[in-house]
C-alpha cells in the first residue's frame, strides 16, 4: 500500500567518466527499492561513493539522469536538498559545538523539525548532549548526524560507509533506527557498505557494484534462497562472473 505512494530515486542511462576518459560509472538503468535498507556493495573503488554523491546531487553526470520523483536531482539540488540527506565523512559538523548547540542551531533554522524524533533519538542514542564534537569519537559523531537528520524527516538517506569503524553496539542502535523510520515513513535508505553482518541483518535489499556496473540487484531473501549459501560466498559468485545481469 505504502509502496504506491513512494517516490523513489532512479537511475536512467547514466554514465559517469573519471580521469583521461575512463568510467567511473555506467548504469543503464536502476531503482532503489523502499522501504527498508538498501546494502550498496562493492570493491574499493567500485563506485559506491559516486553513486551517492550522484544520488545527493553534489556531482553531475557525464550522461544520462539521475531523478527524484522525476525530477533531475543535479538540476533541482535547491529544492530537493531538504529531502535527500547524504551521510559521508567529507560533510563534517561543526567542531566547536556541542550536541545541544547543533540540535539549537537546526531547530531554529529547519522549518518542518520534529520534536518527537528529536527526544526519540536522544533517549535511544545516548548521545552526549554537552561534549564538543571535537571531543566526541566517531561513533558519537555518526549518532549525532543521524540526530541532526531524521527529525528533518528526509526522504532518502544516503549512507556513505560512515557506519563501518564503529563498533558493534553503535552500528545495531544506528541500523535499528534507519529501519524503523523507513518502515515508518516510507523513506528510502541506501547503505554503503562491505560489513557482511550489518547487511545480513538490517539490509533487505542489495546493489552490488563492480567497477561501476551494477552486476547484482536483489532482495537478500531471494538471492539467499536462489543460492542456499552464505551472503559472503554469494557475492563472491558475482564477483568472480562479474557479468551484468
Ligand atoms: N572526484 C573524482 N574524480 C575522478 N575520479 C574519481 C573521483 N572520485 C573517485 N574517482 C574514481 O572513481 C572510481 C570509483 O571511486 P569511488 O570512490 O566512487 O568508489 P568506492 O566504491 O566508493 O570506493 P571506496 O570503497 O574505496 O570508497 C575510482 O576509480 C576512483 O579513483
Redesign the pocket.
Known sequence: MLECTIKMIEVNNLV????NG?I??KIPELKFHSPGITALV????????????LAAGL?KSSHGSILYDQKDIFIHYEDLKEKIHLLSWGLELYRNLSAKDHLDLFRSICKNWNKDIELELLKDLSIPTHKKVEKMSRGEQVRLRILLSLPRSPKVILI??VTNDLDTDSRRAIFKKLDSYSFDTGAQVVV?T?MIEDIERYASDIIL?KK?EVILQSSLDSIKEQHNTSFEEIVRIYERKGSVL
Open positions: 559517469l567518466y573519471g580521469k575512463t567511473r560509472l562493492g570493491h574499493n573503488g567500485a563506485g559506491k561513493s559516486s553513486l551517492l554523491k556531482e556513505d560507509e554503503a562491505n557494484l561501476g
